[in-house]
């Protein structure tokens, strides 16, 4: 019987750590060392894969053999790509331009397997719809949330869902930062289906 691939995850970001656990395979996280800055007159929806496919890569020249999830999110407001803000000034920048509106977050999925030659990468646009906040209520989410690490500071796994109206979405966890339908997909087309690796699994004898 052939062993499945070693699996990687190009991230440090603990958010998508967590999401990939949930697939039961094992992984390593690794840190991707990838130049993030966009092109000139790059759209979020064009940058968001490029990158996600250049964090992927970027792992999968030093372990050929794996296969290599690279993933990245930008916030779409009005075509310019709004990302993580690093600080609250920053933060309070980008709920403000948001408040009230319809922004699109781009969250792009790559996979890599070099030994095969298989490289894909996909991106999942999530519309969400933001109330119309007020300073008060900007300014108690970031001091009690610190999203300082989250693409337009919304982390709607927790507080940040009062910040919003409505989610549209075919891949519940997009918004998280890792499409788990799609990173399902790419990996059975990589060869490793994790549904076959949880039944393998299952059958081993208990401890």
């Known amino acids: 019987m052939s062993r499945d691939p070693p ?4 991230s440090t970001s603990r958010y998508r750590r967590e999401l990939l656990e949930r697939l039961r395979i094992p992984f390593q996280a690794l840190p991707p060392g990838t130049d993030e800055t966009p092109l000139p007159g790059e759209t979020p929806a064009t940058l968001a894969p490029r990158l996600a496919l ?23 407001v009005d075509g310019v790509a709004i990302g993580k803000p690093g600080s609250h000034a920053r933060a309070v ?7 009230g509106r319809t922004i699109v977050f781009q969250t792009a999925l790559a996979v890599v397997r070099a030994s095969t030659g298989f490289a894909e990468a996909r991106c999942v646009p999530v519309p969400v ?17 610190q999203p300082y690490d989250c693409a337009g500071s919304a982390k709607c796994e927790t507080l940040g869902i009062a910040l919003l109206e409505a989610i549209e979405s075919d891949d519940p966890t997009a918004l998280v930062g890792l499409p788990l339908i799609q990173t399902c997909a790419l990996l059975r087309a990589a060869g490793l289906d994790p549904l076959r690796a949880r039944a393998l699994a299952s059958t081993e004898p208990p401890q």
């Not at 699996?7 to 190009?10: E, G, R, V, Y």
């Not at 719809?129 to 949330?145: K, M, P, Q």
């Open 7 to 10: 699996l990687i995850l190009a």
């Open 54 to 76: 250049a964090k992927a890569r970027a792992l999968a020249s030093r372990f050929p053999d794996a296969v290599v999830i690279g993933a990245d999110q930008v916030a779409d």
């Open 93 to 99: 920048e980008q709920l403000r331009a948001m408040s």
């Open 129 to 145: 719809r933001f109330r119309t906040l007020t300073d008060a209520e900007i300014e108690f989410y970031l001091r009690t949330e």
